[in-house]
Structures are given as structure tokens and as C-alpha cells.
């Protein structure tokens, strides 16, 4: 009786859950009309916004700004260092030994950021008296002088948009301390263009390094 129970619970919920991705008119794929990942214990809906008459009215409207600094980016961060786009970008958050890094400043990231983020500024990976304790956090284990990266996480790094230096910055200099660039990806188009396309983004505090 209570397996027979299950079952009818369990049709039931994927009947609702058919019926309210039929209802979905702006999907991310033909196949995927939203997901779900976990940040900070909540389950987080992924989606594209559905009103097709929406307009972005923020700060990300702006097609132009002072170069320098914010002059557009090269589409390769750094050498070995795969660029990808959104649906690669989703594709990753299924992964567990994948983090998504904001390498923005802390304020920025306060503000507005893309689900699963972790907030490492740019300005940390710079000096290498963190190199040690910021490798070690991502999962590489000191070997002598050097580090195993065997089970160090692969990374994705984005900032602002094409034309925002933080993230190909990072890229340079994780690069420079010695990570290795086949764990390094490069999400260029950033937050301006997840945005764009409407997908879901999350206010929420930073997760810092201490």
C-alpha cells in the first residue's frame, strides 16, 4: 500500500512538472527550459525571464565606458584557457569539482552575481603569499616545492562583461602563480551577458577568503 502510494505521488509530481515546463515560452534550449542548482543549502530555479517584452534598465545597458580600464577583452584569457559560452557554462554547474568564480571587487559582487558564484576578487590572486593558502582551498596538495593539482577543482572565471579586465586578469594570474590553465575556464561574456539573456542572478553576501 505505501509503495503503490509512492508511485501515485511520484506520476503525479512529474505530470505537474511536465505541465509547468509546457507552460515555459522562454526557454534556455528547445530541451531545457530551466534547472536547479544549490547555493548556501536553498534549491535556486535557473530560468530565463518569460515576459518577452522585458528590457534590461540597469547599469549593464551601457554600451560604453572609459578604455582604459574598460576596454574590450581578447575572446582567449590566456594560453591552454578554453573561452565558453552559457550553455557550456550551465553544462559545468552539474559538475561538482567545478566552481564558478566571480572575480569581481566583493561590492560588485554583493550587488547582483550568477547562481552558484563564490567571490574571489581579482586583487587576491595577484600576490603570491596567498598562492599557497588559495591553491590549497581549491583542492591542490603541496608536493615539496611544487603542487599536485590531481584534485584541485576546475574553474570558471567570469567579471562584468567583454569589456570588464577582472576575469581574464584572474585567468593571467592563477596562470602566472602556477595553476594549471586546462582547470582554468573563461566565461567572457560575463554578467552583462548572462543578463541579456534573462537568466536568473542572485543577490546574496560574498564568500571570502580569510
Known sequence: M???TFIFVFVSLAVLEAQE????????????????VKQHGKKIKVERIQDVANRLSDDFTKT???CPPYCIEPIDAAKGVKT???????NYLKDKNTLLIDARPKEWFDLESLPKSINIPEKLTRAKS????????????????????????????YGNGPWSPEASKFIKNMVNLG????????????????KILGLTTIVHKAEEIR
Open 64 to 66: 560604453s565606458r572609459p
Open 2 to 4: 505505501i509503495f503503490r
Open 130 to 157: 596567498i598562492r599557497d593558502k588559495l591553491f590549497k582551498i581549491l583542492g591542490a596538495k603541496k608536493r615539496g616545492k611544487g603542487f599536485d593539482f590531481s584534485n584541485a577543482k576546475k574553474l570558471i572565471i
Open 179 to 194: 595553476y594549471p590553465a586546462k582547470k582554468l575556464l573563461f566565461y567572457r561574456d560575463g554578467l552583462q551577458g548572462w
Open 21 to 36: 515546463q509546457e507552460k515555459v515560452i522562454v526557454k534556455i534550449t528547445k530541451k531545457l527550459p530551466y534547472f536547479y
Open 84 to 90: 565558453i559560452g552559457e550553455l557550456e557554462l550551465i
